[in-house]
């Protein structure tokens, strides 16, 4: 089992849709990451967060370090959201990172 | 601006050849990341360096060597003993080697082996 498990792997969605990605981690981080990657394989830093709540424009990141749970949360989705969404955990014992498998995202105009 | 400058984007090579990889950063950070990236995969730890002229080994090191001559370079080699290479690359790096102050990535390097 990875220790990090993001779902859904894929998901479609139409223009203007609310969408939800969510990572669940099986070990102790010290914070969280969220990138997103384009065709191509450019990949952008999002979100670090290790409690609460954040928001960039349209998106919105979540942490519960209890539960061992993220979120990340696209309003409004449009097409140039399409891309693959990945989370990473620092993870507390070592330091370094953990990654999910990436959630390929689809929004249709 | 800082960051972290991969080149180039893609890069193709032959079956047997050696190619390498470049990461720059004018971050000033001390720790610097290599990951390889497959196709339903989370990405996986090549080499990490902590200080200069020190360097570890990750969780899929065979195939691949590194050095740590100057802090804001952390090139990556990937060897003709590298039996699958084609992969996606990322470097990263962050200010301690604890990582806690978050990671910087650079963009990538998409390899094809041909």
């Known amino acids: 089992k990875n220790e990090v498990e993001q779902s859904p792997q894929n998901l479609t969605a139409q223009e203007g849709e609310f969408i939800t990605i969510n990572c669940s981690y099986s070990v102790g981080i010290s914070a969280l990451h969220w990138l997103q990657q384009h065709p191509g394989g450019g990949i952008v830093s999002l979100f670090m967060l290790s409690s609460g709540k954040k928001k960039h424009g349209r998106l919105i990141a979540t942490i519960n370090i209890q539960e061992k749970h993220s979120s990340l949360h696209i309003t409004a989705s449009h097409p140039r959201d399409s891309a693959v969404y990945i989370c990473a955990g620092n993870m507390d014992s070592n330091y370094q990172l953990i990654w999910g498998a990436g959630t390929k995202l689809i929004i249709k105009p | 601006d800082g960051g972290i400058t991969q080149s180039p984007k893609y890069l193709f090579r032959k079956e047997g050849q050696n190619v390498t990889l470049s990461c720059e950063q004018n971050l000033n950070h001390d720790a610097m990341y290599w990951y390889r990236q497959d196709p339903g995969q989370g990405l996986r730890l090549i080499y990490y360096s902590q200080i200069v002229n020190d360097f570890q080994k990750g969780d899929i090191a065979e195939g691949y060597s590194v050095s740590r001559e100057k802090k804001e370079s952390f090139p990556l080699t990937v060897t003709s003993a590298q039996k699958n290479p084609t992969a996606f690359y990322l470097c990263?790096?962050?200010?301690?080697?604890?990582?806690?102050?978050?990671?910087?990535f650079g963009s990538g390097t998409r390899l094809t082996v041909v």
């Open positions: 990263a790096s962050s200010p301690q080697p604890t990582g806690g102050f978050g990671y910087t």
